[in-house]
C-alpha cells in the first residue's frame, strides 16, 4: 500500500469566514483518512513583513492567543464568544491531534498589483506547484451581482482554479452543535 497524502490546502485572512472554514476543514480532517492540511496565510511583501518573525495572530493559530480570540470575538456578545471558546477549542483539539498532517505557510503577495488578482495568483501559483487536490476558502456568499461590482478572492480562486474549491460560508447553527456534541476527537 502506497503512503498517499490527500492534500488540502485552507486559505485563512483571519475573518469570520475563514473561521468557519477552519472548522469545517477539522471536520473533514477527521473524515478523511491520510489528509495532510496546510494552512496558508497571504500577506502583501514589503521590507518589514520580510524580515519580521512569523505571527499567526490574525489568522488560524495552532495555540491560540488573546488577541487572536479578541480579533475573532470582536463585538460578539457573552454567549456568541462563549460559543465561539468551545468551537475553537474543538478545532485546535482535531488539529494538534493530526500534528504532523497539519502545516503552516506564509506566502507573500506583491502589493503594487491589484490586491485581490495578485493574492489569487500566488495561492493558485502555491497550490498548483505543491499539487494540492483541494482549497477550502471562506466565503461571505456575496450574491453574484455584488460578486461582480466588488469581487473577492474566494469568487476569483473559484473561477480561476483548475483545482476543486471548497467553499464555506457561515457555518449553520445545527452543524456547529452536532460538532461540539461530537465528543471523539
Do not use: C
Not at 9 to 26: E, K, M, P
Not at 35 to 64: A, F, G, K
Not at 69 to 96: A, Q
Amino acid at each position: 500500500m502506497t503512503d498517499f497524502k490527500y492534500k488540502v490546502l485552507l486559505y485563512s485572512d483571519g475573518s469570520h469566514q475563514a473561521f468557519s472554514a477552519a472548522v469545517y476543514t477539522a471536520t473533514l480532517l477527521k473524515i478523511i483518512p491520510n489528509m495532510h492540511l496546510t494552512v496558508v496565510q497571504v500577506h502583501e511583501r514589503d521590507e518589514v513583513s520580510m524580515e519580521t518573525e512569523y505571527s499567526w495572530i490574525n489568522t488560524w493559530p495552532v495555540s491560540p492567543t488573546s488577541e487572536w480570540m479578541k480579533h475573532v470575538l470582536d463585538g460578539s456578545d457573552t454567549e456568541t464568544k462563549s460559543e465561539y471558546h468551545k468551537i475553537l477549542n474543538k478545532t485546535n483539539e482535531i488539529f494538534l491531534e493530526h500534528g504532523l498532517s497539519v502545516s503552516h505557510q506564509e506566502l507573500y503577495s506583491n502589493s503594487k498589483i491589484s490586491e485581490i488578482s495578485d493574492t489569487v495568483d500566488v495561492i493558485l501559483d502555491y497550490a498548483t506547484k505543491n499539487l494540492f487536490e483541494l482549497i477550502v476558502m471562506g466565503s461571505r456568499g456575496l450574491s453574484s451581482l455584488k460578486g461582480l461590482i466588488f469581487g473577492s478572492v474566494a469568487h476569483y480562486v473559484l473561477n480561476k482554479s483548475e483545482i476543486p474549491v471548497l467553499l464555506i460560508k457561515k457555518l449553520p447553527q445545527d452543524f456547529i452543535d452536532n460538532y461540539l456534541a461530537d465528543t471523539e476527537v
